[in-house]
């Protein structure tokens, strides 16, 4: 069965404390890992797309990252307009549909 | 470019009653989702369209779940009747993903979502 875990479950940290958010996967076959935003009462917000073990992607403060087994989501000097849950998901070879971790809660404070 | 409609946003009923929910994908995607994200926990797949054709709704409770994508384009989702566990967020997503059997991978776009209250 694909399993999708993030960690840690919530985190807080000061503007421009830097971190990394983890995504650990177990699937049969890789065809994506992806990253989402969500703010609240909103629906979730695309932000990368992974799919080679070894691959990076950057996007303003944030760098996502894909090994074998896992993903990360680093942020660096975060602000706290990069306050939301960050949701990750995993698509598997032959298929399009998503399965998706529980998301990580993260809040900045100034 | 515009991106997922859905309505209404917000919708309390009572148990036993029905309900539906209503999504337009982005123009020009042949893939159409529909998720229930519980408070707390991620979204999870109800059903996937390709067209207007059911591709995976093997997690849809058929017993009072129920969705169609006519003409390709707009869907539906209905419930009836609803339970007190079937209070949650539902997500209609859409992307360009034509071929599952590609190895390049599709994202999908998201709603806003409806927000459902069973009382």
């Known amino acids: 069965e694909d399993q999708v875990t993030q960690s840690p479950e919530a985190l807080r940290l000061q503007e421009g404390e830097s971190s990394s958010l983890n995504c650990s996967y177990t699937v049969s076959g890789l065809r994506g890992l992806f990253w989402y935003r969500q703010d609240p009462g909103k629906g979730p917000e695309f932000l990368f797309t992974?799919?080679?073990a070894g691959e990076e992607k950057e996007k303003e403060r944030l760098k996502a990252t894909l090994t074998k087994k896992e993903s990360f989501l680093h942020i660096t000097a975060p602000k706290p307009e990069d306050s939301a849950t960050y949701l990750c998901?995993?698509?598997?070879?032959?298929?399009?549909?998503?399965?998706f971790g529980k998301g990580t809660m993260l809040l900045v404070s100034p | 470019e515009a991106g997922v409609a859905q309505s209404p946003r917000y919708k309390i009923i009572e148990k036993r009653q029905s309900v539906a929910f209503w999504c337009n994908p982005i123009s020009g995607h042949a893939t159409l989702y529909w998720y229930q994200q519980i408070l707390g926990q991620g979204p999870k797949l109800l059903i996937q369209f390709q067209n207007n054709g059911v591709v995976d709704d093997s997690q849809l409770p058929k017993d009072r779940f129920s969705a169609e994508r006519l003409k390709g384009v707009d869907s539906t989702l209905k419930i009836q009747p609803a339970k007190l566990e079937d209070s949650a967020v539902y997500l209609c997503a859409s992307s360009l993903d034509r071929d599952s059997l590609s190895q390049y991978p599709y994202e999908q776009y998201f709603g806003p979502g409806t927000r459902l209250t069973v009382t």
């Open positions: 998901a995993v698509q598997v070879m032959g298929y399009s549909t998503l399965t």
């Open positions: 992974l799919y080679s």
